[in-house]
């Protein structure tokens, strides 16, 4: 029997429908993929299976009993957890009171904190990470141990199904290796696991079937292993896209050298890095988490403090006392891997987060010129083909896409001579992607600099002319991208 | 040093803050067996009582990652509400359980308002100070209100009437109700719900915790200890005055954060509060010894708040290990 089946789910808000007819099945045992763009409606269904709100119209079954959850609560007590795209996890309490958050072992409303330590302690060992202390305060976990207590929080209430919402968006690869031993072992034990993921090379390695969401509709499901990548993605985006992930290849004349590095270290992370950047290029970095990557453009847009020696357009550089106020000034733009908190102002306007860092072009004496606000904004959208109901409305309103766009949208709108861009196309779909890698290419024609951290191999191997790996602070000597593999980048990065 | 030596400073921290202040004024004072004499110790105790009952409320608010404003109207309508009471002649133990009840119910308004009108506590609050005060003033007809001697004036005395209870029967309830709040806090389901409430409200809302539910019953219950100290308030005065206590909010919030609470939530302690109104109440108690003006007091203990939160601030970056 199967443990979840869903037939006809329907979800309107307002005027829109965000679900309009999605079926789909789970085996217990069986680990599916759920993929599409964003905006297709897999967060809705997430949302709803989890609790969060009912569905208009459509049939739930779990285990062959009507399933209609109230809310979070009655939905983990139905044997459904889910895993957040966010890590959902209270920082300031223990590990052991995360795990057993809502179920906590009380008698009168006391909690019986040995039971809770034991409870707790079991489960971390059943996943072989008996060495995490139930005790200790999540604040003061690293990333991936996080992720372990949220997954035994989702165990301790005997899940049946686990609903993994773009669970390796922030981890690294060994650490994803690490979350896949730990789903095999989940699907031994008989769990069923939907599993939500833009990354189809990770979908095929854990994956076993797919479905494919596309506006709202399931418009296609089957064996991962009798379809290919490029299917995968029509069926995603309705249509055939030509693939632009291939190969780099040099810039046509490499244009005069607009910076170099010499030996820049920000302590602890980012030891010695030294390279050349030429104008027209496109300088991939690539390396784990944590090994410096973000520390290196931080440090080149003087957000971190920095020593060594720098050369802008021949000009000599301290990289002590670099401030990112001037560092605009002198050319250089800088988009955060945490758009949320550093890329965009959410609150604000499409518009002013597009303006943001040169309000000089369409100000006069510090007033606004809102007619030339908007129209810069519209030039610089119709670039990037952001869908918007306005130039106007907030940007919290977007989807992660069009937000990631918005954020890029205000470096083309600064226009700098050199882009240090920090995962600029992660965590959205493929169109969006798409439109984000022609507009990188096309500044790079226009002779700009591009400097692009990236976690995901075939963006990078695609897109840049050369590449650099990071590994613990150092930067290896950058080669052209056509003599790096994802296997060779990666043993660079781990170091071996 | 490990982690734990590291969060052992960080909870002695206002305990030292404490030992610090007392020093300094029996130090400045000359006359250390004056200064730390039982009298004045005593004076400092009841003087602490109202703060420390307000910062017994406030601390699980916050730690909720709450506030409320209106502390100060609260203490003020509920001495009031029991003034009135034993005026039309209630017997004292009913004039101090309304004089409760009245704070819980002002609680309860703040955390309908929040949750069902979706109000930030802030701004609720800041509503209830001006709601509480005018009703306060409605009550007692914008007078003061004399009430009859009964036991109820005795609860907050400096020197208690039965001496083998050495200081003020206020105390010792406060005392008690702290230690007993204190292990709610962090030996119940209730309490531990409260924190990951403050610490991260869209996890516990994934986990199942009917966090609205809960917001009311945090600030209903606060409500109940501002009530108390609405009463004992009244009880020090021996009269239910609707314009006292204005301000007593910053009191009670400065001191819940001088004792490790932070105003975003997931932190703090009954037990540094408790710490936090005592070096208040030593800091005005000194400035008053040493005759010096209240305004040099209000720029000692305004300086105070800031450097608590700033050394506060520098302990945790100091103790915090990388993410």
């Known amino acids: 029997m199967a443990l979840l089946e869903l037939s006809g789910i329907e979800k309107r808000f307002g005027a829109t429908a965000a679900l309009s007819g999605v079926t789909l099945t789970i085996q217990p045992g069986e680990i599916r993929a759920l993929v599409g763009e964003n905006g297709a409606g897999k967060s809705t269904l997430v949302a709803i299976l989890s609790g969060a709100f009912a569905p208009d119209a459509g049939r739930m079954r779990l285990a062959g009993e009507p399933y209609a959850p109230r809310d979070a609560a009655d939905a983990r007590r139905s044997g459904v957890a889910c895993i957040h795209q966010e890590l959902c996890l209270c920082p300031h309490l223990s590990v052991a009171e995360n795990i057993l958050l809502g179920i906590e072992p009380a008698s009168g409303g006391w909690i019986s904190r040995r039971r809770a330590l034991a409870r707790a302690a079991a489960l971390l060992s059943e996943f072989g990470r008996g060495e995490i202390d139930p005790g200790r305060r999540v604040g003061s976990l690293a990333l991936p141990d996080r992720q372990i207590v949220e997954i035994c929080r989702a165990l301790a209430c005997d899940a049946r199904l686990l609903l993994m919402d773009e669970p390796t968006s922030t981890l690294q690869r060994s650490n994803v290796d690490r979350l896949f031993r730990l789903m095999r072992q989940l699907r031994e034990r008989g769990i069923a696991i939907l599993y939500i993921s833009h990354f189809l090379e990770e979908v095929r390695e854990i994956a076993g079937t797919y479905t494919i969401l596309r506006d709202g509709q399931s418009v296609d499901s089957g064996e991962l292993a009798s379809v290919g990548d490029g299917g995968l993605i029509a069926g995603m985006v309705g249509r055939q896209l030509q693939s632009t992930l291939a190969r780099g290849t040099a810039p046509a004349a490499p244009g005069e050298p607009l910076l170099e590095v010499r030996d820049l270290a920000s302590p602890p992370r980012l030891r010695s890095v030294s390279f050349e950047l030429h104008r027209g290029e496109i300088l991939g970095i690539a390396g784990l988490i944590g090994s410096g990557r973000t520390d290196l453009l931080r440090a080149l847009f003087g957000l971190s403090p920095a020593t060594g020696r720098l050369r802008w357009r021949g000009e000599d550089l301290p990289a002590a006392g670099l401030e990112s106020s001037r560092q605009i000034r002198r050319g250089l733009g800088y988009l955060s891997e945490d758009r949320k908190a550093e890329g965009l102002a959410l609150g604000l306007s499409i518009a002013d987060n597009v303006t943001l860092s040169r309000f000089s072009t369409c100000a006069r004496r510090g007033w606004i010129h809102l007619r030339e606000q908007r129209k810069q904004t519209e030039d610089v959208l119709g670039l990037l083909r952001v869908r918007t109901p306005g130039v106007r409305s907030r940007v919290l309103r977007l989807s992660g896409g069009n937000q990631q766009k918005v954020a890029l949208g205000r470096l083309l709108h600064q226009d700098p001579d050199l882009l240090l861009l920090d995962e600029p196309a992660r965590g959205i779909d493929v169109g969006s992607k798409n439109d984000i890698y022609r507009e990188i290419g096309r500044m790079a024609e226009r002779g700009k600099a591009i400097l692009m951290v990236s976690s995901y191999l075939p963006e990078l191997l695609s897109l840049c002319h050369r590449i650099a790996v990071m590994s613990r602070g150092r930067l290896s000597p950058a080669r052209p991208a056509s003599e790096w593999t994802q296997d060779s980048i990666l043993q660079a990065a781990i170091g071996s | ?323």
């Open chain 2, 1 to 323: 040093m490990n982690a734990a030596g590291r969060r052992w400073i960080v909870r002695l921290g206002p305990l030292l803050g404490l030992a610090g202040v007392v020093a300094f004024f029996a130090v400045l004072i000359g006359s250390p067996e004056r200064y730390l004499s039982a009298t004045n110790l005593r004076v400092i105790l009841a003087q602490t009582v109202i703060v420390a009952l307000g910062a017994i409320g406030m601390t699980v608010i916050m730690v909720s990652g709450g506030i409320d404003l209106s502390v100060g109207s609260s203490i003020a309508l509920t001495g009031v509400v029991a003034a009135v009471a034993l005026r039309g002649g209630s017997p004292p133990a009913a004039a101090l359980a309304l004089g409760i009840a009245a704070g819980g119910a002002v609680g309860a308004v703040n955390g309908l308002a929040i949750t069902g009108l979706r109000i930030v506590p802030f701004i609720a609050t800041l509503g209830m100070l001006g709601i509480a005060r005018g009703a306060a003033k409605y009550l007692a007809n914008q007078q003061t209100v004399n009430v009859p001697a009964t036991w109820i004036n005795e609860l907050a005395v400096t020197v208690p009437a039965r001496r083998w209870l050495l200081v003020a029967p206020g105390v010792w309830i406060t005392a008690i109700l702290a230690a007993a709040m204190s292990l709610v806090l962090t030996r119940t389901v209730f309490g531990r719900h409260v924190f990951a409430l403050g610490s991260n409200e869209a996890a516990a809302r994934a986990c199942g915790i009917a966090t609205g539910r809960l917001k009311i019953w945090i600030y209903a219950m606060a409500g109940l200890f501002f009530g108390l100290a609405g009463v004992l308030q009244m009880s020090r005065l021996r009269q239910g005055d609707p314009t006292v206590a204005a301000g007593a909010e910053l009191d009670v919030i400065a001191a819940v954060v001088i004792g490790g609470g932070s105003l975003s939530g997931g932190e703090g302690s009954i037990g540094g509060a408790m710490i936090g109104a005592l070096i208040m109440a030593v800091l005005r108690n000194g400035c008053q010894q040493m005759g010096w003006s209240s305004y040099v007091e209000e720029i000692i203990i305004g300086a105070i708040i800031v450097l608590a939160v700033a050394a506060d601030r520098y302990r945790i970056s100091r103790s915090a290990e990388p993410a």
